[in-house]
């Protein structure tokens, strides 16, 4: 805990990361966005955003010919005596040790955003499930014919990963209509299509 702390702290001990992360925060960006906005060089930002991504700051996704980054908002909501004191008990720890898992899992199966080939491991392809649904916006719907083309863009197999989706209750479908769960339940994954 106390390295994944003092890695935490380190990274953003930086004014130019401190400048990317304000404007992370206020709009999901791709390197050349925040590179004019920040007045920053392009090579800058993407030296910048590889160390954030290391202290799991900021989370990464393809979406055409761009890698489009975002803050993860839930490292954020910890505090400091939470970080310093471990007074909540390991939990911060967990959640680090559990998204450094979650990133590896991603760097293996999702190199560049794209799935090839879908883990056998349940909790492996739970991550990379999560990750393709991640391009989809909670409480919305969409025809049959989005919701394949938005998961084909990262995985060949459409079919299966929206069965997936709606087998493990993240989306409901109803006379060719989709619609994304804002709060699905993360727990029930006795159909993820094995």
Same mark, same amino acid.
């Not at 005596?81 to 004191?85: A, P």
């Given at each position: 805990?106390? @390295? ?6 380190k990274?953003? $001990?930086d004014?130019?990361r401190i400048r990317?992360?304000? $404007?992370l925060?206020?709009k ?8 004019e906005?920040?007045?920053l060089?392009? $090579?800058? &930002?993407?030296? @910048?955003m590889?160390?954030l991504?290391q202290?799991?700051l900021?989370?990464?996704r393809r ?9 993860r908002?839930?490292?954020?909501? !910890?505090?400091l ?5 471990e007074k909540d008990?390991g939990e911060?720890?967990?959640a680090?040790r559990?998204e450094?898992y979650r ?9 560049n ?7 056998a491991q349940l909790k492996?392809r739970i991550?990379?499930?999560?990750e393709?649904f ?9 025809t ?5 083309e938005i998961?084909a863009?990262? @995985?060949?197999?459409y079919?299966?990963v929206r069965?997936g989706?709606?087998g ?9 209509i989709?619609? &994304?769960n804002p !709060?699905p339940d993360?727990? !029930?994954?006795?159909d993820?299509?094995m």
């Open positions: 805990m106390e @390295h994944e702390t003092l890695c935490l702290l990274t953003v $001990a004014e130019t990317i992360l304000r $404007a925060y206020e999901d960006c791709y390197v050349e966005l925040l590179s906005r920040l007045n060089s392009a $090579a800058t &930002v993407s030296f @910048h590889k160390k991504q202290a799991g900021v989370d990464s979406e055409q010919y761009y890698t489009i980054y975002s803050v908002r839930d490292i954020f909501r !910890h505090t005596e939470e970080l310093i004191l008990g911060t720890a967990e680090l559990e450094q990133r590896k899992v991603l760097k293996s199966f999702m190199p955003g794209i799935c090839e080939q879908m883990p492996k991550i990379v499930y999560r393709i991640s391009n989809f916006e909670g409480g919305r719907t969409y049959e014919k989005e919701v394949n998961i863009r990262i @995985h060949a197999d079919c299966t069965r989706f709606i493990m209750g993240w989306m409901q479908r109803n006379n060719g989709y619609t &994304v !709060h993360n727990d !029930h994954y006795e993820i299509n």
